[in-house]
């Protein structure tokens, strides 16, 4: 609340606002966003580290109140995809999360459930993302494309 009150007052137009983090538009660059709350400097520096994977960091604010400047992604496209494309296929798996990724045998399970190679492409390109950055809060609303259409993580 502390943060929608301070940023709303003479920053950007509230985006999204989950429980630990609170995402704006930033009023400047119709293709960038702020983001504030909690561990925020540890996803700059993940980010940054990945940018092949991960949002582009314009700008890193440290203090009380950190907050970072990163990359829009186009993000309903990228739920639609993973809806469409793997959790429509997939039905209940156990487990599901950063092992299943990291583990070949299981990975391949999951992946020729897959019925589509549209969906084992993303499914490859999910692998890659979540072993390069070891992400763990795997799922639809965590991902999006960039402006080249590439899939990327917004979140650890
Ligand atoms: N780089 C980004 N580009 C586009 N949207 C973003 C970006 N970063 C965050 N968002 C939006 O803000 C939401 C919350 O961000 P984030 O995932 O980092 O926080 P969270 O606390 O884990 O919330 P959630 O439970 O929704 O995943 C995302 O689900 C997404 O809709
Ligand atoms: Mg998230």
């Not at 429509?88 to 583990?103: A, I, L, P, Q």
């Not at 070949?104 to 490859?124: I, Y």
């Amino acid at each position: 609340m502390k943060y929608t009150q301070t940023f709303e007052s003479f920053i950007g137009k509230l985006v999204k606002q989950s429980q630990s983090h609170s995402v704006y538009q930033d009023p400047k660059h119709h293709d960038r966003l702020i983001k504030t709350g909690k561990d925020v400097l540890e996803h700059a520096n993940v980010f940054k580290q990945n940018s092949e994977y991960c949002p582009i960091v314009y700008e890193v604010h440290e203090g009380d109140e950190p907050y970072i400047v990163i990359e829009k992604l186009e993000t309903d496209k990228a739920t639609i995809d993973y809806e469409r494309l793997i959790n429509k296929d997939r039905g209940y798996v156990h487990n599901w999360g950063y092992n299943t990724f990291k583990n070949n045998k299981s990975f391949q399970t999951v992946k020729d459930t897959l019925t589509t190679e549209e969906g084992k492409q993303m499914f490859d390109r999910i692998r890659e993302i979540v072993l390069a950055i070891g992400m763990k809060d795997i799922h639809t609303r965590n991902f999006g494309y960039d402006k080249k259409g590439k899939l990327k993580a917004l979140d650890l």
